[in-house]
C-alpha cells in the first residue's frame, strides 16, 4: 500500500476545476467534481510505526525516535512509545 496526501490531492484537484469552469469545460469540472467525492469518502489510514525498547545500561530507548528513559521493570511493559507512538511489537524486546 503507499500512502498519499488526501488534502495535496483535493488541492491539485480543485486547481483542474477551477481551469475546466474556466474553459467552459463543465463535463470535466463535473467529473472532477464527482473524484472529489470519491477522494472525500475514502477512509483515511494512520501510519503507526513499529518499533522496540533498545536498553543500555540503566535506559531503554526507542528504536524509532531514540526518545529514552530510565530502565525500570514497569516501563518495558509499555507496548508503544509515548513520545512518538511507535507500537512496541518488534524484535529484541528488553
Ligand atoms: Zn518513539
Not at 469518502?41 to 540503566?58: C, D, F, I, L, S
Request: glycine fraction near 4%; aromatic fraction near 10%; charged fraction near 25%.
Amino acid at each position: 500500500m503507499k500512502l498519499i496526501d488526501k488534502d495535496a490531492l483535493s488541492m491539485e484537484l480543485m486547481n483542474e476545476v477551477l481551469n475546466a469552469y474556466a474553459k467552459a469545460d463543465f463535463r470535466f469540472a463535473h467529473a472532477l467534481n464527482v473524484f472529489q467525492g470519491l477522494i472525500d469518502k475514502a477512509p483515511t489510514v494512520e501510519e503507526r510505526k513499529h518499533g522496540h525498547w533498545v536498553r543500555h545500561n540503566n535506559i531503554i530507548a526507542c528504536s524509532e525516535c531514540i526518545w529514552d528513559m530510565y530502565w525500570e521493570e514497569r516501563n518495558t511493559e509499555l507496548n508503544y512509545c509515548p513520545n512518538c507512538g511507535a507500537i512496541m511489537d518488534g524484535d529484541e524486546n528488553v
